[in-house]
């Protein structure tokens, strides 16, 4: 599985996720944006036209969201872990998200009412290095469990923000287990987990609303563009938080004419993927040691109030292999003529890893018709990191790691 691209078209048992949906309303998120807006480091990351590879594709639009740019971490997922703490201590607290802006969140006051307290979580790199920046702005500890295989440059970034961090000889689905675990004998502890399970699902949800501002972001700058709504969206999963909370502001934003959304795995934890070819609605794990260069997406279990938003409104489910992922970032990473330059991570570039699959491997041609691709065409994309791992960065895009099967 881990050597090809696989795709299935959306032949779930759809339900109406009416629930999950709410989540994510365009109503919900401008009050995310509004926290986020709070912060010194906040501003909108740019949204890329990459005009002439448009032209050289045969499409009419390619527009990337560049999340190297946020709040200086060079990834996305802060915005998720720092709003799922804030909600937290505001419930705490007995106060208002609206009332509680990154002035009041990290004044001596709130400190004094939390008192202290130890945020648990597991990560590749991105979200924890989120969730222990987050931690360090409030005053407060955090403790980070990384699976086997991590980059020491990832767990470096890290312990520079206060926080207790190690690689564990685990998978990530059974590091966040450990979390888990280590969190219920800490008192006045909690576990900020970017994925869901019964029984843990309130949490997530409001990191998945976190995750909301970025899509904000991206309509309001397509608008820009003169791109009143995005004909396709490519997004990748992990446990599938960032496709579920992406799928499900595009589904709230445009409800009438939802945009044909893909949601793409790493061949080698393509948990979601393989939940849609069972087509029973139910989720398939994958276990093992999930070995890719897409780190953020090594995840083998499915968030489930993601999960419910998928099979409701996601179009397409693609199997993607680390070849494809690496041609993306050496694409974006020179780019042709009059298009600017995206430095995307492994993970960050799995988007358009498959948008270069569907448009000039002709293996692919039946994807590429199913998904209408064609010069009518204005295609959003997440780059969600920038090089957080800048050996493997370099050993890819200088070196020509993984390259594309002749």
Same mark, same amino acid.
Request: with cysteine; charged share 20%.
């Given at each position: 599985?881990s050597?090809?691209?696989h795709?299935?078209?959306?032949?779930l048992?759809?339900?109406?996720?009416k629930?999950?949906?709410?989540?994510?309303?365009?109503?919900?998120?401008?009050?995310?944006?509004?926290?986020?807006?709070?912060?010194?480091?906040?501003?909108p990351?740019?949204?890329?036209?990459l005009?002439s590879?448009?032209?050289?594709?045969?499409?009419?639009g390619?527009y990337?969201?560049?999340?190297?740019?946020?709040?200086?971490?060079?990834?996305?997922?802060?915005?998720?872990?720092?709003?799922a703490?804030?909600?937290?201590?505001?419930?705490?607290?007995?106060?208002?998200?609206a009332d509680?802006?990154?002035?009041?969140?990290?004044?001596?006051?709130i400190k004094k009412?939390?008192?202290?307290?130890?945020?648990?979580?597991?990560?590749?790199g991105?979200?924890g290095?989120?969730?222990?920046?987050a931690?360090n702005?409030?005053?407060?500890?955090?403790?980070?469990?990384?699976?086997?295989?991590?980059?020491q440059?990832?767990?470096?970034?890290?312990?520079?923000?206060?926080?207790?961090?190690?690689?564990t000889?685990?998978?990530y689905?059974?590091?966040?287990?450990?979390?888990t675990?280590?969190? +219920? !004998? #800490?008192?006045?502890? $909690?576990?900020?987990? %970017?994925?869901a399970?019964e029984?843990?699902?309130e949490?997530? =949800?409001?990191?998945?609303?976190?995750?909301?501002?970025?899509?904000?972001?991206?309509?309001?700058?397509l608008?820009?563009?003169?791109?009143?709504r995005?004909?396709?969206?490519?997004?990748?999963?992990?446990?599938?938080?960032?496709a579920?909370?992406v799928?499900?502001?595009?589904?709230?934003y445009?409800?009438?004419?939802?945009?044909?959304?893909?949601?793409?795995?790493?061949?080698a934890?393509?948990?979601?993927?393989?939940?849609?070819?069972?087509?029973?609605?139910?989720?398939?794990?994958?276990?093992?040691?999930?070995?890719?260069i897409?780190?953020?997406?090594?995840?083998?279990?499915?968030?489930?109030?993601?999960?419910?938003?998928l099979? +409701? !409104? #996601?179009s397409?489910? $693609?199997?993607?292999? %680390?070849y494809a992922?690496?041609?993306?970032?050496r694409?974006? =990473?020179?780019?042709?003529?009059?298009?600017?330059?995206?430095?995307?991570?492994?993970?960050?570039?799995?988007?358009?890893g498959l948008?270069?699959?569907?448009?000039?491997?002709?293996?692919?041609?039946?994807?590429?018709?199913?998904?209408?691709?064609?010069?009518?065409?204005?295609?959003?994309?997440?780059s969600?990191?920038g090089?957080?791992?800048?050996?493997?960065?370099?050993?890819?895009?200088w070196?020509?790691?993984y390259?594309v099967?002749?």
């Amino acid at each position: 599985m881990s050597g090809a691209l696989h795709w299935v078209a959306n032949k779930l048992p759809k339900t109406e996720a009416k629930k999950e949906l709410a989540l994510m309303a365009p109503a919900e998120i401008e009050k995310v944006r509004r926290f986020h807006a709070s912060f010194p480091q906040y501003k909108p990351t740019p949204l890329t036209a990459l005009d002439s590879l448009s032209e050289q594709l045969g499409v009419g639009g390619i527009y990337i969201k560049d999340e190297s740019y946020r709040f200086g971490l060079n990834a996305f997922k802060v915005l998720g872990g720092s709003f799922a703490m804030a909600r937290f201590i505001a419930g705490q607290t007995g106060r208002d998200i609206a009332d509680l802006g990154f002035d009041k969140l990290t004044s001596p006051d709130i400190k004094k009412e939390l008192g202290d307290y130890t945020f648990f979580t597991a990560t590749y790199g991105n979200h924890g290095r989120g969730v222990a920046w987050a931690a360090n702005q409030i005053g407060q500890h955090s403790v980070v469990y990384m699976p086997k295989g991590s980059s020491q440059t990832r767990l470096d970034n890290i312990l520079k923000e206060g926080a207790t961090a190690s690689i564990t000889d685990m998978n990530y689905d059974d590091a966040v287990r450990l979390a888990t675990a280590e969190s +219920a !004998k #800490t008192p006045n502890s $909690v576990v900020i987990q %970017d994925t869901a399970w019964e029984g843990y699902e309130e949490i997530p =949800g409001w990191i998945m609303q976190g995750y909301g501002t970025m899509a904000l972001e991206a309509a309001e700058q397509l608008a820009g563009y003169g791109v009143k709504r995005p004909t396709h969206i490519f997004v990748q999963a992990g446990v599938g938080s960032l496709a579920g909370a992406v799928q499900g502001f595009f589904a709230n934003y445009y409800p009438d004419n939802v945009p044909t959304t893909t949601v793409v795995e790493a061949a080698a934890a393509d948990c979601i993927y393989r939940s849609a070819v069972q087509a029973d609605g139910r989720t398939v794990d994958v276990g093992g040691d999930l070995v890719t260069i897409m780190a953020g997406l090594a995840c083998g279990e499915a968030n489930t109030i993601s999960w419910e938003i998928l099979k +409701a !409104k #996601t179009s397409f489910f $693609v199997s993607l292999p %680390d070849y494809a992922a690496a041609r993306a970032m050496r694409v974006l =990473g020179a780019p042709l003529a009059g298009d600017p330059r995206v430095i995307s991570g492994e993970s960050g570039a799995a988007g358009m890893g498959l948008l270069l699959e569907a448009l000039v491997n002709p293996e692919f041609a039946d994807l590429k018709k199913a998904l209408g691709l064609g010069p009518d065409s204005r295609i959003l994309l997440f780059s969600t990191e920038g090089d957080t791992d800048p050996d493997m960065y370099r050993k890819i895009v200088w070196d020509g790691a993984y390259p594309v099967p002749q």
